[in-house]
Every structure is written in C-alpha cells, then in structure tokens.
C-alpha cells in the first residue's frame, strides 16, 4: 500500500508541477497560458492528498495519540489497539459507503476546460479509506496472531 501512495504522489505532484511551468512559462512567453492547467489540480490534488493519508497509515506515521496504550500494560494495550483497528475500519467501511451518492453523481459533472469528469477526483475517497481501511484490518490480525507490541524502547515511550 505504501508504494502505491509513493506512485500516486510522484506521479500527481510531477503532473501539476510540469502543467503549472508550462502555464507560467507560456504565459511569460507567449502571453497566454494553458486553459486547463487550472483545472488539472481539481483532479490531482486529491489523489495527492489520498496518497499522503496512505503513506501515512502504511507507516503508522498518521495523527495518534498513543500515550494511553503506551501506559498500559501489555493486555490491556492489545484490547486498545484493537478497538482503535477495528473502529478505524468501521468509519473506512462507512465513508466509503456514504460516499456512493457523490461517486454516481460526480459520473455526470464535467471540468469545463478538460471535459474530464470530476468522478476522477472524487474516486480518490475510495482509495484513500480503502487503504486506511486495508491497513487497519491488516494491523488487526496483525495484533490477533502476534499479540501487542512490546513498548520499553525510551524513545517511544519518552513523554518529552
């Protein structure tokens, strides 16, 4: 999953920065820049921002607060994590879901300049908590079959 978030953000990131230099360079040059390299970031920027949100929960590098389990001792730490996976894949499961309304009704917007549909952009929903959603329950049976991990490294475990 984490490679796919690295694909997705070199290719998202290079893709709106080559359309911008061109718009600026042209602009400069010829006077008149590139019509859709003003929409094209209503596409890529939320397949980027999907990226980092896989990256990050690949990594385990998302927005935690793990001073709780960290106090804990080692049962009661894996009951902690467990919730947190499962609760995770609820809300993924339920996002995607809810999304459905917006996906079908996204099939039939269109970016004036592009004519690109914005169905493109929105799927980036999909991908983002489908990973989340992947990797918490991978994390889950992870937790299940190997047990909580074990926190006395002070570089984890330091409140400073």
Same mark, same amino acid.
Request: aromatic content about 8%; charged content about 10%.
């Given at each position: 999953?984490?490679? $796919?978030?690295?694909?997705?953000? *070199? ?8 359309? !911008?230099?061109?718009?600026?360079? &042209? ?7 590139? #019509? ?8 890529? !920027? %939320? ?9 990050? /929960? ?9 001073? !709780? #389990? ?11 994590? &467990? &919730?947190?996976?499962? *609760?995770? *894949?609820?809300? /993924?499961? $339920?996002?995607?879901?809810?999304? @459905? ?5 996204? @099939?039939? @917007?269109? !970016? $004036?300049?592009?004519?690109?549909? @914005? ?8 991908? /983002? ?6 990797? /918490? ?11 909580? #991990?074990?926190?006395?490294? %002070?570089?984890?475990?330091? &409140? $400073?």
């Amino acid at each position: 999953m984490e490679w $796919s978030g690295k694909i997705i953000a *070199v290719a998202t990131l290079s893709v709106m920065f080559v359309a !911008l230099f061109m718009n600026v360079v &042209l602009r400069y040059a010829a006077g008149s820049g590139i #019509p859709w390299a003003y929409e094209i970031h209503a596409v890529l !920027l %939320p397949w980027l921002v999907a990226a980092g949100i896989v990256i990050a /929960a690949a990594r385990g590098r998302n927005i935690a607060i793990d001073l !709780l #389990p960290a106090m804990m001792p080692p049962p009661a730490r894996l009951v902690i994590l &467990l &919730l947190v996976n499962v *609760v995770i *894949v609820i809300i /993924a499961v $339920s996002v995607m879901w809810s999304s @459905q309304p917006i996906l079908k009704a996204s @099939q039939f @917007q269109r !970016l $004036s300049t592009l004519g690109i549909k @914005q169905i493109w952009g929105y799927s980036s929903l999909i991908y /983002a908590f489908g990973g989340m959603g992947m990797i /918490a329950a991978l994390n889950t049976m992870s937790l299940l079959f190997a047990g909580a #991990p074990d926190d006395n490294d %002070p570089a984890n475990t330091s &409140l $400073s």
